[in-house]
């Protein structure tokens, strides 16, 4: 029986995802990559959990239909509000030999152990914070860490508006800072829940005390995925190796590519499609 390959597709609302990508293709370039960035209906992170569990499997099935057997749900929105209704419900009715994961397990795995006070602030949109997916995940892993939750509703207007290099951006920055460390001054460790934060990553770590340290999730979830490829042949198997990567968006290709730059650090061509 002949077994149908193709890329590892990596999802995300925006362009945020493209910040994971850049990690998983630094660590593991041999692979061929689909990315989609469903950005003529961003931002999901103020929608409500069926609309973007709508949302989410409906580009869960363009990646299947284009050859995909796995599917990495590089935002944390899709991955707290609708990867496992899809896992659960839908995968083994549409796609019993394929896989979705997501980011948030992988980060919940390891964030406990950068942290000596046991005090972690998540910082995210409001829709993760909302979910509580990271305080129910890290007590999985880490009992005795106490999570400290915080949204930043204006980071990702910031960044997509190209504003997170300005003065403005600067503002929005300490506010959320503040805010997350007043509920707890032993937080030591803040785990940036959102894939576009990164690109605010130098505003925020000025605005902290020296000691507390800020993580990114691009290398843990570039780690996580190598490991599950090597616990999973007969999904690796599956996955095409040319080392070719393809870009694709919901809205328009030309102010993708421009945007998309930042993200990814080099230039993309991306095509534009529907989704229905």
Known sequence: MQTEKGPIGVFDSGY???TVLKEITALLPQYNYI???????????????ETVYHYTLQCVEWFFKKGCS?????????????LRTIQQKNLPIIAPNKRVLGVIRPSAELIG??????????????????????????????PDVRV????????????????????GAD????????????QSAAIDTILLACTHYPLLYHKIEAALPSHIQVIMQGGIVANSLQNY??????????????????????????I???QAGLFYGQPIQAWQIEIS
């Open 171 to 182: 503002y929005f920055v300490k506010k959320y800072t503040q805010q997350l460390l007043a």
């Open 35 to 49: 990315y989609l960035g469903d950005n003529a209906r961003t931002p999901y992170g103020s929608r409500s959990f």
């Open 16 to 18: 945020g995802g493209l």
């Open 148 to 167: 400290w939750q915080q949204a930043c509703p204006m980071w990702v207007p910031l960044i997509e508006n190209s504003e997170h290099m300005n003065a």
């Open 70 to 82: 796995l599917v990495i749900l590089a935002c944390n929105t899709a991955s707290a509000k609708a």
């Open 256 to 258: 993708f590519e421009q």
């Open 229 to 254: 490829l090597l616990r999973h042949p007969e999904i690796e198997e599956k996955c095409t190796k040319n080392g070719v990567q393809s870009f694709f968006t919901t809205d328009d290709s030309a």
């Open 113 to 142: 152990s950068f942290s000596k006070t046991k005090h972690i602030g998540i910082m995210g949109t409001q829709g993760t914070v909302n979910s509580q997916s990271y305080p129910l995940e890290i007590q999985k892993y880490f």
